[in-house]
């Protein structure tokens, strides 16, 4: 079985022979290959970065991989904004395109293949698909809809026009959906096999429930209608407490929209989670980061990562991962420990 | 206008809903009628207080805690010059020099803890974002605590060379070290001789008061 035979049977809530691994590493493989982040991400260099996604899907045994070196700032500059690339660290916003709201009103193109460094970027997910699609499944990671506002936006700007100033609030939100849409397109075209919906800020660890329904499901139903047209599946990533019984609803409602995989991040129980949804999804989840990967110790990272296995792989229908995306500086030695810990552990008996 | 009493309990009200003309208005009012600002200070940090422990327990959400804290610094705006003529500003409960470390712009967490350790009754002197470890040690000379913020994993190592730095210039032993930020945890602060860890506001302000010698309230 191969990595993308075994990542796409559990993602269809199948029984593949073991459980599959998807690390979503972003930037990671930079450390593996010692590349400057400045020298990919800045002008991005394709090349490179191939070479780091490929080194990280090598060296973690991983079944899925996202098929660039992704950072929050790949729509920034086509606005407008201003990205800064520390030279090992990972990139991030210095200036957002719309701090100032009157600048919305200059967007004239989301068209990914005509903004900033997306061309790069595209060419990077063919490479990769084209050095590994047979074997791996390629993830294509879209911001999700609230998510991709509070970058372009700033967060705490959009947090404030949550409550102050509504409807710019949904146009920020509206325009970010038609970028993901673009973006599902363009990576479907580039040989993504799925997407997945990276929504750190969807989810009640940033917004409430009412704006949860409001903003992100319509947002999530039309990411999905456009991955649907491309024949790929959704997984979808928001931060909060989902498996509490008062946010428990906000997961039917994702799944509603047609969504085939849920990842569950910190605060959740993924025991739980897979008795409540298991039937109608796939879990995806694992290690907490900032409590058990970045700082380890080894010992507790194998620990937590069996915890997670017992509790969550059952017969199928399961994809283990870190709790969120990881980044360069999360020491390897923790994440061999968790992916030796899956390989070991996460066998599936033949005929069980 | 409502009696004082009431009024109190309407400016709560105004800056736990975000409501800054409310809570302005409500401020004039009662200075007007004579309240010290110190009283209007201290009904604006128990809303604080009590917006802080909703968050904590997931009632209410980071917008309604950004809007809170916003109409909170308009209030006081307002109300400063009044604190001052009372001479309640330099009967702090203490002095926070707080930032967000070098590489790291994410200001939220740390411009929500900045308006809880002033509603605590701290003075903070606020170093911003993409802070480098030499100006938070700078800033350690006039402060009680440093409160550093980290929202990368990436630019986390700062938080420690701030304590080496602070451990060279001799000023470890006289400046209590705070920590938070998402990708910050208990072991981590623990790991690089932080004195503690927030793992939110209403943590770090509980640390920051027990530290000055107070009760966590």
Known sequence: ?352 | MPDTQDAHSHLAQAIITGDEAAGIAMSRELLSAGEPATDIVATMAAAMTQLGARFQRNEVFLPDIIVAADAFEQVMALVDPHLRAQGAVSASRGRVALGVVAGDIHDIGKSIVKIMLEAAGFAVLDLGNDVPATRFVEAAGDADILGISALMSTTMPVMEEVVTLLEQARLRESTKVLVGGAPVSADFARAIGADGYGADAVEGVKLARSWMGEGAQ
């Not at chain 1, 400057?36 to 079944?63: E, K, L, N, P």
Request: aromatic residues 6%; contains cysteine.
């Open chain 1, 1 to 352: 079985m191969t990595g993308k035979q075994r990542f796409l049977t559990a993602l269809n809530g199948g029984r593949p022979d073991r459980v599959p691994i998807f690390l979503r590493d972003l930037t990671l493989g930079l450390d593996l290959c010692d590349l400057d982040t400045s020298q990919v991400s800045g002008g991005y260099d394709s090349v490179a970065a191939v070479q780091a996604v490929v080194a990280s899907q090598r060296r973690f045994h991983q079944d899925a991989v996202v098929g660039c070196i992704h950072d929050l700032g790949l729509d920034v500059e086509a606005f407008g904004g201003h990205v800064e690339f520390p030279r090992r660290g990972i990139p991030f916003v210095a200036r957002a395109p719309f701090a100032d709201a009157d600048r919305l009103r200059e967007v004239r193109s989301v068209d990914p293949a005509e903004n900033g460094r997306w061309p790069a970027v595209i060419e990077t997910y063919r490479l990769v698909k084209q050095q590994l699609g047979d074997d791996v499944a390629i993830a294509a990671n879209i911001e999700g809809p609230v998510t991709r506002a509070g970058v372009l936006r700033g967060l705490d700007k959009l947090a404030m026009d949550l409550m102050r100033r509504p409807a710019l609030a949904a146009e920020l939100v509206e325009l970010s959906t038609t970028i993901a849409e673009a973006h599902v397109r363009s990576l479907a075209g580039a040989g993504a096999d799925l997407v997945f919906v990276a929504a750190a800020s969807d989810g009640p660890a940033a917004i409430s429930p009412t704006h949860y329904a409001e903003l992100t499901i319509p947002g999530l139903r039309r990411i999905v209608a456009a991955a649907r047209d491309c024949d790929l599946p959704v997984v979808f990533h928001p931060h909060g407490p989902f498996t509490d019984p008062r946010f428990r609803e906000l997961v039917d409602m994702a799944l509603d929209c047609g969504i085939q995989g849920f990842q569950f991040g910190e605060g959740c129980d993924l025991s739980l989670a897979r008795e409540l949804w298991g039937d109608r999804a796939c879990i995806l989840g694992g290690p907490d980061v900032p409590e058990v990967l970045l700082p380890g110790p080894v010992e507790k990272v194998r620990r937590v990562t069996a915890d997670c296995l017992d509790r969550a792989m059952g017969t199928g229908g399961f994809v283990l991962m870190a709790s969120c995306s990881l980044h360069r500086n999360t020491p390897s030695a923790h994440i061999d420990a968790m992916v030796e810990t899956a390989l070991a552990r996460g066998q599936y008996t033949q005929g069980a």
